[in-house]
């Protein structure tokens, strides 16, 4: 079982989250709702989870075909629905920027098997039809994309 603790620290909207580590990190919701911007709005948490779930899966995918990836970043952008409550993700796009010495037929892959099999967030948008493409750079050329 999963506990994560939160409290409100800042605001009406400001709350400190922990894990059972101890790890923390700020939610608040927008100034024009009511928040102080004291941390991430709770759907760009998901978001972030996207990112870090994915992002484990292509390095260990890429370690394990022997690849040598010396950086990895990305940009994940995201459209919410519009006039609907709860106005969930409509569409979210991936840009997965790879840097070592890396086939990109492999990143390909790596990213195609994460965003597909492997990763949970991905599959939990899926499920909430959002539309979720992406691409791969590698060494700062395009390898990939799924627009």
């Given at each position: 079982?999963?506990?994560?603790?939160?409290?409100?620290?800042?605001?009406?909207?400001?709350?400190?989250?922990?894990?059972?580590?101890?790890?923390?990190?700020?939610?608040?919701?927008?100034?024009?709702?009511?928040?102080?911007?004291?941390?991430?709005?709770?759907?760009?948490?998901?978001?972030?989870?996207?990112g870090?779930?994915?992002?484990?899966?292509?390095?260990?995918?890429?370690?394990?075909?022997?690849?040598?990836v010396?950086?990895?970043?990305?940009?994940?952008?995201?459209?919410?629905?519009?006039?609907?409550?709860?106005?969930?993700?409509?569409?979210?796009?991936?840009?997965?920027?790879?840097?070592?010495?890396?086939?990109?037929?492999?990143?390909?892959?790596?990213?195609?098997?994460?965003?597909?099999?492997?990763?949970?967030?991905?599959?939990?948008?899926?499920?909430?039809?959002?539309?979720?493409?992406?691409?791969v750079?590698?060494?700062?050329?395009?390898?990939?994309?799924?627009?």
């Amino acid at each position: 079982m999963v506990r994560i603790q939160l409290e409100r620290t800042n605001g009406d909207f400001g709350f400190e989250v922990k894990d059972a580590m101890g790890n923390t990190l700020h939610t608040d919701s927008s100034p024009e709702s009511g928040g102080k911007d004291f941390g991430f709005r709770p759907m760009q948490l998901l978001l972030a989870g996207l990112g870090g779930c994915s992002g484990i899966d292509i390095v260990s995918i890429l370690n394990k075909q022997r690849q040598q990836v010396d950086g990895f970043s990305m940009t994940i952008e995201g459209d919410r629905e519009t006039g609907k409550e709860p106005s969930l993700w409509q569409d979210v796009h991936i840009l997965f920027h790879l840097k070592g010495t890396i086939d990109p037929d492999k990143a390909k892959k790596a990213c195609e098997l994460s965003m597909e099999k492997y990763c949970s967030v991905a599959a939990t948008l899926r499920e909430a039809h959002c539309k979720l493409t992406w691409e791969v750079k590698v060494n700062d050329l395009s390898s990939y994309s799924t627009k």
